[in-house]
């Protein structure tokens, strides 16, 4: 189950491609199928920021002759093998995102049914995961750590919300009106509903929460709440059903942001993992914290 604060990747307001030009209004990365629509919204967004970015200057961008960029965009022709990893830095991809990216030009130019049907599986594989973005109401949500995990829970029980089994399984432990206010709380926000019997379905499983103060507040919350679990779980269990690694490191911004990108692709696996689970039998909590230990000058 994901929380915030992990969004899906997207082509990032002021992520500069080779020409110095802004990638501003695209939409994320993962919502595209044909790897020509992604670089025509982007020439569409230069010339939005710069009306006199042209063809020609994505061509010199790319190493291409701008006939060559009208056809590519025109869906009349593909790009070359030669231009994708100078299409990559022009477009400012890192990571999944670019993988993503060359595997749609893959798609696009194979021509065997199998194996373009291979390619897709693998970029599919690499899209978000579906996210449930959460309203100023349903804030509620954050504010005890158990909340999730009883929603987590039901997934281990095939939906049998008993407030005492539940709270029976829960540890730390917390009491049954704890449980059963969480239940509640589950269904007004839709997070879970009613099935057969009296169970309860999970409805989708990641959630996210867009910016403002409050909900940056009640996000900080939660997640020293989780720290705080994991710093517990040290005495709390035994450590071979659980995992806690440490490792110190002496960086620059470039390894920096290559290590958040790597935390960010294992967060998505492990998601896709997660959500292949046939018969859940426990309910886990992952906490990635990725900190300075010294000063950091302010970048000029």
């Avoid at 110190?248 to 696996?269: G, K, N, Y």
């Amino acid at each position: 189950m994901e929380h915030p604060g992990s969004t899906g990747e997207s082509l990032a307001k002021s992520r500069r491609g080779t020409t110095g030009g802004r990638i501003e209004n695209m939409r994320p990365i993962f919502e595209y199928l044909d790897y020509r629509d992604l670089l025509k919204d982007a020439l569409d967004d230069r010339k939005a920021a710069n009306p006199a970015y042209s063809f020609r200057m994505m061509g010199e961008a790319l190493g291409l002759h701008t006939s060559n960029v009208f056809r590519i965009l025109s869906k009349e022709s593909h790009l070359p093998a030669r231009c994708q990893s100078r299409a990559v830095d022009y477009l400012g991809l890192t990571e999944r995102s670019a993988s993503y990216f060359l595997l749609l030009v893959g798609y696009a130019r194979e021509r065997s049914g199998k194996a373009r049907q291979k390619l897709l599986e693998k970029a599919m594989a690499l899209r978000d995961v579906n996210r449930v973005d959460l309203g100023e109401k349903e804030l509620a949500y954050f504010r005890d750590w158990w909340v999730a995990a009883v929603r987590g829970v039901l997934e281990t029980v095939d939906g049998k919300a008993n407030p005492a089994d539940i709270a029976r399984k829960l540890r730390p432990g917390v009491t049954e009106t704890q449980v059963a206010a969480a239940l509640e709380l589950l269904l007004d926000l839709g997070l879970v509903k009613k099935g057969v019997s009296g169970t309860l379905l999970v409805g989708d499983p990641h959630l996210g929460v867009s910016r403002g103060p409050e909900k940056v507040q009640a996000v900080r919350q939660y997640q020293r709440q989780t720290l705080g679990l994991a710093a517990d779980a040290l005495e709390r269990f035994p450590a071979e059903i659980r995992d806690v690694t440490t490792l110190t490191m002496a960086v620059d911004q470039i390894v920096f942001d290559q290590v958040r990108e790597l935390l960010r692709d294992c967060r998505h696996q492990i998601q896709k993992h997660t959500d292949a689970a046939k018969k859940p039998d426990r309910v886990m909590q992952l906490v990635m914290a990725y900190f300075p230990l010294t000063h950091i000058e302010p970048r000029t």
